[in-house]
C-alpha cells in the first residue's frame, strides 16, 4: 500500500508498507530528488502491476512496481528539461516490522524499539535533454531474476488466471473495465495453500484467510470459478473446530472466523485462529450445497461431507446452547457482535440500547434454513427440520405492525425491532412465506434503506443512523449482492435490477473501478461520486466478487447441474443492451452465450447440459 505518488510512509493512516502475512516488512519508502518527493502526475494500473508517474521540476519519474515474495520497483529518471541536469536521486528504506493489529490499534504492543534502515541508494546523475537512467530495488533483495523476467511471470499469472474464468463482455465500456478490475483483484487477494486456492478478506487491513468472506466470495463467483469454492471449502475443512477451547472460542464442526500470524500470535496477544463467528458454519454449508449444484462434483460433494456433518452438529448444539431451535451469539471473546456486523454497535435496540446477549440474528437462521435443504440430499429429514425452522422464524422474527423482519431475538427471545438490511439475506434463503418477502422487498427499496446507490445497513429514521458509520447507515457491496439474489429469488426482478444496477453503478463511478468493502449511505446525487468510508478496503475480495453476483442476478443464473439443467432468465437492465458470456462454468463443462434485452442465445452444449428459459427468448446453436 502506498500513496498515489509510490511513496509509502509508516504513520498513513491507510496502512502504507509492504506486508508479509500480518507483519510490515517495509515500512518507509522514499524516492527524493534533489532532497524533495516529486509530485503525483499519473498512476496507472496492469494486471499485476501499476505504473507511476511523478515530477520533479524538469526530471520526470517513472516508477514500475510489482510484488512476488517482495517488493521489485523499477526507476526511470528522465530529463525533460533542453538543458543538461545534474539531479542527485535518493531511495530510502526502512522497515518496523510492525504488526497489522497493532497499527491498527486492535491490540496494545509496545511501538517498535527501532526502525531497520535498509541499504538506500544514492545516484548522483548527469543527464543530457531526453536522457534516462534506469535502476531497480528490490525488498528484500533476490537473485536470479531480473524486472522484466519477474513482470513477465506475474503478468502470466494473471493471463492464466483470467482463462480460468468466465468472461462477461457488454457493450458498457465502463462496465467492462469494472468486471476486468474485479477479477484481477479477485487473482491478487487468493493465497495458495495444500489444499488450494483460497480467498483472503482485503487490503490493507484484512488480507488473511477469513472464513466467512471466503465462504460470500466462493458463492458469488461459482459460475465464474468453482475452484475458489473448492479452494476455500477443502482449507475451512482442514482448518474446522476439533475440541472446545474457550480462549478462541473453538468447538467441535465450528468454521474458523479468521488467521493470523506473526508478533501477536507468538507473543500470545491473539489467536493463530480465532473462531469467534456465529454465521460461518452454516454458511460452511450452503456454500457446498452451491457448488454441487454449479459443478455437480458428487465426488468433491462426498469429500468434504464428514466436515459438513461436523458442522450440522454444531447447528444444533454448542450454535443452539438453550435448544430453542436457533442459532445465536454471546459476547465474544475478541468482538461484542458475531455476525457479518461484526463492530460492537452494530445492534441496537431502537432506543439505541445494547442488546441483551444471547442474541439470535435473522440471517443467520435464514442460513441455517438454506443449509438445512441443501443438505437434505443426503438426509432428507432435515427437510421437516427446514420447514420447522422456517414456520417458527415466521412466528417469532415477524414484526406485524413495522411489516418487516426483526434484525434478531434478543437473550429475552424478544425483538430487536431496528430496521436494517439483515432481512435481504433472508430473501436470498427463501425463509419468508411469499407476503413477506413482498413486505421486505418494498421496505428495503424504499428512501429510508437505498439511498439511490444501494441499500444501507440501517434505516436513516434509526435514532444512531450515520451513513458514515461501519454498520449504521453505511452501504455494502456484498450486502447488496445478496438483497439483489434475494429478490430475484422472491420474484422481484425489476427491485433486484435496480439494487444491481446501483451498486455496479457505484464501481463504476470510481475512477479504480472498484467496489470498495462499504461506502457512506448519503443520498445519491446526480454528479457526485459515491462518498467514501475512509477506512475500507480497497480492493476488497467480497466486494470484487458482488459484482460477478449482480451480474448473475441480472441474468437469472439458477444452476440444477446434476440433471444438467441451467436456467436463464435475463431482467433487461439500463446497464447493457447486449452481453456475452464465454466459459461458464457448469456441470464441469465450459458454456457460452449471449443476451440480448430477455432474449437467449446460446452456444454450442454438451449433450448432457439443457438451458431452460422461455422457448421464444432461447435460440440453441447445437
Known amino acids: 500500500m502506498s500513496a498515489p505518488n509510490g511513496e509509502m510512509t509508516a504513520a498513513s493512516p491507510d496502512g502504507h508498507g509492504l506486508w508479509l502475512g500480518d507483519t510490515r516488512v517495509l515500512s518507509e519508502l522514499h524516492l527524493l530528488v534533489d532532497g524533495r518527493e516529486p509530485e503525483a502526475v499519473d498512476l496507472k494500473g496492469s494486471p499485476g502491476s501499476l505504473h507511476f508517474e511523478t515530477a520533479a521540476g524538469d526530471v520526470r519519474v517513472a516508477r514500475e512496481r510489482y510484488v512476488d515474495g517482495g517488493l521489485h520497483e523499477r526507476i526511470t529518471i528522465t530529463n525533460q528539461s533542453p538543458s543538461a541536469l545534474h ?20 491490540v496494545r504492543m509496545p511501538a517498535p524499539s527501532s526502525t531497520e534502515h535498509i541499504a538506500g541508494r544514492t545516484h548522483e546523475l548527469a543527464l543530457d535533454p531526453g536522457e534516462s537512467f534506469s535502476f531497480v530495488v ?26 480460468d474464468c468466465a468472461a462477461f463482455e457488454t457493450d458498457n465500456p465502463t462496465l467492462n473495465e469494472l468486471l476486468d478490475q474485479s477479477r484481477d483483484d479477485m487473482r491478487m487477494l487468493l493465497d495458495t495453500y495444500p489444499t488450494g486456492i483460497c480467498p483472503t478478506g482485503g487490503m490493507p487491513w484484512f488480507a488473511v484467510p477469513f472464513g466467512r468472506d471466503a465462504l460470500f ?92 456433518e ?33 463492530s460492537n454497535d452494530s445492534l441496537t435496540n431502537v432506543d439505541g440500547t445494547d442488546v441483551l446477549r444471547p442474541a439470535a440474528l435473522c440471517e443467520v437462521q435464514g442460513y441455517l434454513y438454506r443449509a438445512l435443504l441443501g443438505m437434505a440430499r443426503k438426509r432428507p429429514e432435515l427437510k421437516r427440520r427446514a420447514a420447522e425452522l422456517q414456520s417458527r422464524f415466521d412466528r417469532d422474527f415477524w414484526m406485524p405492525q413495522a411489516s418487516f423482519v426483526a434484525q434478531a431475538l434478543d437473550g429475552r427471545k424478544q425483538r430487536v425491532e431496528a430496521i436494517t438490511s439483515n432481512p435481504g439475506h433472508c430473501l436470498w434463503a427463501r425463509i419468508l412465506p411469499p407476503a413477506h418477502a413482498r413486505a421486505v422487498a418494498e421496505r428495503l427499496l424504499s428512501p429510508e434503506l437505498f439511498s439511490g446507490w444501494g441499500i444501507r445497513t440501517l434505516s436513516t429514521r434509526a435514532i444512531n443512523y450515520d451513513p458514515r458509520s461501519y454498520h449504521n447507515g453505511s452501504v455494502w457491496p456484498h450486502d447488496n449482492a445478496l438483497a439483489a439474489a434475494g429478490l ?6 425489476a427491485e433486484a435490477e435496480m439494487v444491481a444496477r446501483a451498486t455496479l453503478e457505484s464501481g463504476m463511478a470510481y475512477a479504480d473501478r472498484r467496489l470498495p468493502e462499504l461506502f457512506s ?60 458470456v464465454t466459459g461458464l462454468h457448469f456441470g464441469g463443462h465450459r458454456l457460452d452465450f449471449s443476451v440480448e434485452g430477455e432474449r437467449v442465445k446460446a452456444g454450442r452444449l454438451p449433450r448432457a447440459i439443457r438451458i431452460e428459459t422461455s422457448d421464444a427468448k432461447l435460440q440453441d446453436s447445437r
Open 87 to 106: 539531479p542527485t536521486v535518493e531511495v530510502e528504506l526502512a522497515a518496523d516490522h510492525a504488526a497489522m493489529l497493532a497499527v491498527r490499534g486492535i
Open 138 to 163: 528490490d525488498v528484500p533483495p533476490r537473485d536470479g531474476t531480473d524486472f522484466d523476467s519477474g513482470l513477465a511471470q506475474i503478468r502470466d499469472s494473471y493471463r492464466a488466471w483470467a482463462a
Open 217 to 308: 466470495t466462493s458463492s458469488f463467483t461459482l459460475p465464474m470459478n468453482p475452484d475458489v469454492a473448492r479452494g476455500a471449502l477443502r482449507f475451512l475443512a482442514q482448518h474446522q473446530g476439533r475440541r472446545v477451547e474457550p480462549r478462541t472460542e473453538e468447538e467441535p464442526g465450528k468454521i474458523l472466523h479468521e488467521v493470523r500470524e506473526g508478533q501477536v500470535v507468538e507473543r500470545g496477544l491473539w489467536p493463530h485462529i480465532l473462531y469467534g463467528t456465529v454465521d460461518a458454519t452454516p454458511l460452511f454449508l450452503c456454500v457446498l450445497a452451491d457448488t454441487l449444484d454449479w459443478t455437480g462434483d458428487a465426488a468433491f460433494f462426498d469429500e468434504i461431507w464428514p466436515a459438513a
Open 310 to 342: 461436523a458442522a450440522l452438529a454444531w447447528c444444533e448444539s454448542n450454535g443452539d446452547k438453550d435448544g430453542d431451535g436457533y442459532i445465536e451469539y454471546g459476547i465474544g471473546v475478541e468482538a461484542r457482535n458475531e455476525g457479518w456486523k461484526d
Open 488 to 493: 430475484r429469488l422472491s420474484g422481484f426482478p
Open 521 to 580: 449511505g448519503a443520498e445519491r446525487v446526480r454528479g457526485r461520486l459515491p462518498e467514501d468510508y475512509e477506512a475500507s478496503c480497497r480492493p476488497q475480495n467480497w466486494g470484487a466478487a458482488s459484482a460477478f453476483q449482480m451480474v448473475h442476478s441480472l441474468l437469472g443464473l439458477e444452476a440444477d447441474a446434476t440433471r444438467g439443467v441451467l436456467r436463464i432468465a435475463p431482467v433487461e437492465t439500463a446497464l447493457w443492451k447486449r452481453i456475452e
